[in-house]
């Protein structure tokens, strides 16, 4: 039994796996098209760095990508702590409406924010796509900051209360003190939403303003090839890189 | 006093955000379901139901039809897949454990685009699955697999198995370990202690992560994009088609809006299933 639960799991991680090993293999690959091993190459990812459509891309989504996530980390913050915090009319409406963000199809949330945007004529670039990336990103702060609030201790309000500290002080030397891992990694965990979202981005971005996983989107369409491979590779890295500092962010208490 | 300062400026701001974000684009979505579509604006305001009723067509319900089909096969094997996984991930030891469940978190993040555009390079002709088996000599000829629906189930179910597994791992590692070994000093066998007791208990974890898979399956518009061929369309292109292609902003509006009712529906169920303290705890 234990063995074939053992042959099992690796048999889910090889799926889970391999593929991505695969494309980073490729992207190191010495061969434009073969499948075969051609010796080991930097030529695909020097390519992209003189790419400067994609550089462009690139520069465009980090600046999306740190300010959707700083807001969203905020926002989601306050929303977390007022939850948390307090008892207020629409307390159970409020978490009802995080909770169905999370659960709400990507095209829903696309869909509709291009209807809102068209009717209100706003402009679709930038600022459409900061909204709707905050957006995205928003339920999900709430829920890492909730999680990361339940596990303190409540009496730790209340001593400061007593001791005469104001709600501010309670929110500069307390809260924020304790919720840092929690902050961090609700950032980094939004800013890796922000950077691989496709759905939403795809109805509420413009022509002026090109992000890094619509054109991902755009060039993959075309076929495999080995810059997409050497590009999604560093997405890839970056990826891992935040959920392994968000994850033992987290877990240190 | 300087505490309700700060309670009415969080609170206001959150929900003028998801009044103005959230809650408002949904309600014109809403309303443009039932308009009608324009020669020269996108949207003509008016109120009947041709939208839905447009829907009851052949064309429309085959794609429904294939769209709720091809997501339910994928809901299942990544059922049938991750809850063995789950399982014996939540079973292993608390050093391992953290590394495991570490593994399933790192795909739960990387872009489904990127994971998708990887499958391709295994499902080609030329790939390295075909590759594999015929190597292993199990078939003599490469077969066809990418841009058939084959594909597209394989790319969504690799796509969206760590957001089966991880609620499944949550609701497992908080199940009542005690109950189980009851079950078994009464007599219970294997089969009946699973039947019984593990799967009764873990009916919420089991409709949530359905949820978070069922909905994305039908409408993540890339991966039968890419991985599909012509017939592949499913919910999710039908949507982007209506938006992008036909301009028919209304009939997009009234599929989305279906698409979203069942979502609820599938919600009430969940509600139904959980105790209240579980509803906390989901995701």
Not at chain 1, 112 to 130: D, H, M, R, V
Not at chain 2, 228 to 254: C, Y
Request: glycine letters at 4%.
């Amino acid at each position: 039994m234990k063995v074939i639960s053992r042959l099992f799991l690796l048999l889910i991680y090889a799926f889970l796996y391999v593929p991505i090993i695969v494309l980073i293999i490729y992207s190191f690959n010495n061969s434009q098209y073969s499948m075969l091993w051609h010796g080991f190459t930097w030529a695909w990812y020097q390519q992209l760095s003189s790419d400067s459509d994609l550089i462009s891309s690139a520069v465009n989504s980090i600046a999306l990508g740190v300010s959707a996530s700083s807001i969203a980390t905020l926002l989601g913050t306050l929303c977390a702590v007022s939850l948390y915090r307090y008892n207020f009319k629409g307390q159970k409406l409020l978490y009802f409406t995080v909770f169905l963000l999370i659960l709400m199809p990507d095209i829903v949330i696309g869909t509709s924010l291009l209807i809102l945007f068209s009717t209100a004529n706003f402009e679709l670039g930038f600022f459409s796509l900061l909204i709707a990336h905050i957006t995205l990103c928003l339920p999900f702060v709430v829920i890492v900051i909730y999680s990361r609030l339940t596990t303190v201790d409540e009496n730790i309000f209340e001593a400061a209360l007593d001791l005469g500290a104001t709600n501010s002080i309670i929110f500069k030397r307390i809260l924020i003190p304790l919720l840092t891992p929690g902050l961090i990694a609700a950032w980094l965990l939004s800013f890796t939403l922000s950077l691989d979202d496709v759905i939403i981005s795809y109805f509420v971005s413009g022509p002026n303003f090109q992000i890094l996983p619509l054109q991902i989107f755009s060039m993959v369409k075309l076929g495999v090839d080995p810059e997409i491979n050497a590009l999604t590779s560093i997405i890839f890295a970056i990826t891992v890189l935040f959920v392994l500092i968000s994850h033992f962010s987290l877990r240190k208490k | 006093m300087k505490h309700d300062t700060f309670k009415f400026f969080s609170l206001s701001t959150i929900w003028l955000w998801i009044i103005l974000f959230a809650i408002l684009p949904f309600v014109l979505m809403l309303v443009i379901s039932f308009a009608t579509a324009g020669e020269n604006n996108l949207v003509v305001y008016s109120f009947n139901l041709h939208n839905f009723l447009n829907l009851i067509n052949y064309a429309y319900l085959r794609i429904f039809t294939r769209s709720v089909f091809l997501a339910a096969y994928v809901t299942v094997i990544t059922l049938i897949i991750g809850y063995p996984f789950a399982y014996i991930i939540a079973h292993t030891s608390e050093r391992i454990k953290n590394l495991l469940l570490l593994l399933v978190i790192i795909p739960f993040w990387t872009s489904s685009l990127i994971r998708s555009y990887a499958m391709i390079t295994i499902l080609k002709t030329q790939g390295l699955l075909n590759s594999f088996l015929l190597w292993l000599g199990v078939i003599h000829m490469p077969l066809q697999i990418l841009y058939t629906n084959i594909a597209v189930i394989i790319g969504l179910v690799y796509s969206l198995l760590p957001f089966m597994v991880l609620p499944l791992y949550a609701n497992i590692e908080r199940l009542d370990q005690s109950l189980v070994d009851a079950a078994r000093d009464l007599g219970a066998n294997r089969y009946i202690t699973f039947k019984r007791v593990i799967i009764p208990q873990t009916i919420p974890g089991i409709i949530s992560g359905c949820i978070i898979v069922f909905l994305p399956a039908m409408t993540i518009f890339y991966i039968p994009d890419l991985l599909g061929g012509a017939k592949s369309m499913l919910l999710g292109n039908l949507i982007q088609d209506q938006f992008l292609f036909a301009n028919n902003w209304p009939q997009g509006a009234a599929i989305s809006v279906i698409l979203t009712a069942f979502m609820l529906i599938l919600l009430w169920l969940y509600w139904r299933n959980s105790r209240s303290k579980d509803r906390h705890e989901f995701l």
